[in-house]
């Protein structure tokens, strides 16, 4: 089933084509990676899937349905959560506070953060599913402030899980992160429900390669290919383009 589809997308910034006339579409459930040099558009594109801007042409439809112009609260009620290329965090809250008011935002009774966390019941337990499976768990009371950047980066995809996402798109996942860090964010990756869609952006080649079933290739704001993991490892135009930015690619 189709999750997502962009049809025909560009985005101009005064001069700058950043993203020109982008069509794929996602299938529910599938892990899609979108690589390029610095530049090429991926976080332009990744802006117009999460709505925080509107392209200049094209559209973009979830289940189906044309969301170009939902703006991007409407788009995390419908199931679309995204992460930011940088940390997005309450950094004066604990890991939990975050955590429940990500869970609460989506819903009419809003999160106080003077109640206790306990008294809310079933949410506590999800977020203790949560924080536990990625990890967190026994860092649930600590400040953000004081959590290392790694941990940092956990949380942020702890929070889009929070809304219950059908789609989740991330803004290079393991960028900053030490080699073992950017490993439990593929097996984190790898662990969601079967029927969640990731559509991610990662210079990291062993969290592409680790994570995704098709990849896309921008390049100047276009697609250059798209294909299979095999088929990007192969692909003589791909090894051209990252052969001046950052050597080979892994594996
Ligand atoms: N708000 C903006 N105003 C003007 N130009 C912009 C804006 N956002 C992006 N651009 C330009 O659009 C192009 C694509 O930028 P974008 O951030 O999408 O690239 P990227 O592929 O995410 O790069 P990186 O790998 O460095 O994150 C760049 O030339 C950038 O300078
Ligand atoms: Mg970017």
Redesign the pocket.
Known sequence: MEALRAEKLS?D??G?Q??RDISFQVQRGEHLAII????????????LLGGQ?TPTTGRVFFERKDITALAPHRRVHWGIARTF?IVNLFSGLTVLENIMLAFQGTKPSRFQLMRHAMSYGKLFVKVEKLLTTMGMWDRKDEFVHALSYGEQRKLEIALSLATEPKILLL??PSCGLTGAESAEITGMINNLESDITVIF?A?DMDLVFGVAQRIIV?HY?EIIVEGTPDDIKNNTKVREIYMGYQGRAKR
């Not at 390029?36 to 802006?47: E, W």
Request: glycine letters at 20%; zero cysteines; charged letters at 15%.
């Open positions: 985005k910034f005064g700058v950043a993203v390029g040099p610095n530049g090429a558009g991926k976080t332009t594109l990744f802006s801007i290329q803004d290079e952006v210079h921008l704001g």
